[in-house]
């Protein structure tokens, strides 16, 4: 008979053998395989019902929360800038349903959109058509000469005629942005209420301090790229918007996701797009997920993320994700990405998040804010992560 000592032996045993196999990704295929389903989005379930259920309960805590933020401050209007991306979008759905719960008017959300250097037609559009059909007060500032102004000032090579775009040139164009939205506040009684998503902060992707991190109340800050997409779907799928606003949205919903502040070099240029330089957005929120929530090691973080992502075939989609935007990612790929993750995250972006307005917390997968779930150093490295990463994934 074997005996308990003996039995808790055994199964350390495994577990060590688990690991070693899980963890160096050497093994040949199909040795050792989760039988569990790992979830592709984490932050999004899968089955109709139970994403109902977590798309309505996140946007009651959005509009509950600036309703809470408006009441307390006796503030009667907003301020957003509307670019004609997704979270502007999702910002100012919960922005008008927050003034219908108060029983106020739709025309004290005085709603901004700021076409600059980049900005393209059909952003532009799905921006004023956007405000018309939520019928807001709209507004259009183009910030083209007062950015060019700016970078005149300060002796930038754009300016002269040369053909840089570099990060003072993008940032100069957000800055203006921010800062004609809280001078607009100021003029008319307002609050700025902030659009950026989760994922941007944890990858440090926005603008610091005259930029678009800073607002005072950012309904979106805990609120992942991914689930801001469903979101934006439900809207459509739910029947919360008549159907001129769903096609607006579906149109929004379509487009590649971009900060629109380097211009196309010709007709037939690519884009900016934000997932060339962050990597893709429904990764790192895997990536987010489990690094934020449960501490897990990169290396572990990776085999997950194989393991769901892996394949087309493999899993469950979601049922209202397009074909088109059903991935797959090869263990080379997530290795390149999560460690890319890992420098923005630890090393590169605490900052931004230290210094970041308030915000609703919503869902399981926590906030970033200074003052609730995550504290960290400005002045961390990010290397023992990454060491770990390089150490547990031999994925050449």
């Given at each position: 008979m074997t005996s308990f000592q003996d039995s808790i032996a055994d199964h350390h045993a495994r577990l060590a053998s688990i690991r070693s196999v899980a963890f160096d990704f050497e093994a040949p295929a199909g040795v050792l395989d989760l039988e569990r389903r790992v979830d592709r989005f984490p932050f999004v379930p899968s089955d109709r019902v139970h994403r109902d259920e977590r798309c309505d309960e996140v946007y009651r805590i959005q509009v509950q929360g600036l309703a809470q933020r408006l009441e307390a401050t006796g503030i009667g209007r907003v301020v957003l800038g509307i670019s004609g991306g997704?979270?502007?979008?999702?910002?100012?759905?919960?922005?008008?349903?927050?003034?219908?719960?108060?029983?106020?008017?739709?025309?004290?959300?005085?709603?901004?959109?700021?076409?600059?250097?980049?900005?393209?037609?059909?952003?532009?559009?799905?921006?004023?058509?956007?405000?018309?059909?939520?019928?807001?007060?709209?507004?259009?500032?183009?910030?083209?000469?007062?950015?060019?102004?700016?970078?005149?000032r300060i002796g930038h090579p754009f300016a002269r005629g040369e053909a840089v775009y570099d990060v003072t040139f993008e940032n100069v164009q957000a800055g203006e942005r921010t800062s004609h939205l809280f001078r607009l506040a100021n003029l008319h009684g307002g609050?700025?209420?902030?659009?950026?998503?989760?994922?941007?902060?944890?990858?440090?992707?926005?603008?610091?301090?005259?930029?678009?991190?800073?607002?005072?109340?950012?309904?979106?800050?805990?609120?992942?790229k991914t689930l801001i997409q469903h979101l934006v779907r439900w809207s459509i799928a739910s029947g919360r918007v008549d159907a001129p606003t769903a096609a607006v949205l579906q149109s929004i919903l379509d487009t590649a996701i971009t900060p629109e502040l380097v211009p196309s070099l010709g007709d037939h240029a690519a884009v900016q797009r934000t997932e060339d330089v962050i990597g893709p957005f429904d990764l790192q929120d895997f990536h987010l997920y489990y690094i934020t929530r449960f501490g897990f090691r990169p290396s572990k973080v990776a085999y997950l993320a194989h393991h769901a992502w892996?394949?087309?075939?493999?899993?469950?989609?979601?049922?209202?994700?397009?074909?088109?935007?059903?991935?797959?990612?090869?263990?080379?790929?997530?290795?390149?990405?999560?460690?890319?993750?890992?420098?923005?995250?630890?090393?590169?972006?605490?900052?931004?998040?230290?210094?970041?307005?308030?915000?609703?917390?919503?869902?399981?997968?926590?906030?970033?804010?200074?003052?609730?779930?995550?504290?960290?150093?400005?002045?961390?490295?990010?290397?023992?992560?990454?060491?770990?990463?390089?150490?547990?994934v031999r994925a050449e």
């Open positions: 997704l979270d502007s979008t999702q910002a100012l759905l919960v922005a008008t349903k927050t003034f219908d719960l108060l029983g106020r008017s739709r025309n004290d959300i005085l709603a901004y959109t700021m076409p600059g250097l980049a900005t393209s037609s059909h952003t532009l559009d799905n921006a004023r058509e956007l405000m018309r059909c939520l019928g807001v007060t709209a507004g259009e500032i183009d910030i083209s000469e007062a950015s060019r102004a700016m970078l005149a609050l700025v209420v902030g659009t950026g998503d989760l994922s941007e902060l944890a990858l440090g992707w926005c603008t610091y301090g005259v930029g678009d991190q800073m607002s005072h109340y950012n309904v979106n800050a805990s609120v992942p892996r394949g087309v075939q493999r899993g469950v989609w979601p049922d209202d994700l397009p074909v088109a935007a059903q991935h797959a990612y090869d263990l080379p790929t997530i290795k390149r990405w999560l460690a890319v993750f890992l420098e923005r995250f630890f090393e590169q972006s605490q900052y931004k998040r230290s210094a970041m307005p308030n915000a609703p917390k919503v869902g399981t997968g926590g906030s970033l804010s200074p003052r609730g779930d995550w504290r960290a150093p400005s002045d961390a490295s990010a290397r023992a992560w990454i060491d770990e990463l390089e150490r547990g």
